[in-house]
């Protein structure tokens, strides 16, 4: 069963990732190829990808059945979706552990969640 791992971040995280400084950028990027990599090698990786800033995002919303453009998150939260990885996992315990092994951060939080089966 696919279950994603979602990455909620805080600003000092995403700040750490364009940080001006070499060893400040590095020391955020450095545990992230390790922990693909260990989903590659043991045939569970489905797919994922880190997400642009959140002031990058563009919200959509059909108030009253009319389309509404907002700039930026849905929501102004201490935390925003940095990323994602989904994973073929046989069970729930399956997903928690990986989940445990994202490379965690004071204030990182993360939601596991199944996937929904595509209509047939």
Not at 4 to 9: G, N
Not at 19 to 31: H, L
Not at 109 to 120: G, T
């Amino acid at each position: 069963m696919n279950y994603t791992i979602l990455i909620y971040e805080t600003q000092a995280d995403f700040a750490a990732r364009n940080n001006p400084d070499p060893k400040e950028r590095e020391a955020y990027w450095a545990a992230w190829p390790r922990y693909a990599q260990a989903l590659k090698e043991a045939g569970v990786f489905v797919g994922g990808a880190g997400l642009q800033l959140p002031g990058t995002a563009t919200t959509l919303k059909f108030p009253d059945g009319k389309r509404q453009v907002q700039d930026g998150p849905y929501a102004d939260t201490k935390e925003q979706l940095g990323g994602f990885f989904i994973i073929d996992v046989p069970n729930l315990d399956a997903a928690l552990d990986w989940a445990a092994r994202v490379p965690y951060a004071p204030g990182r939080v993360f939601e596991v969640r199944p996937n929904l089966v595509p209509p047939s």
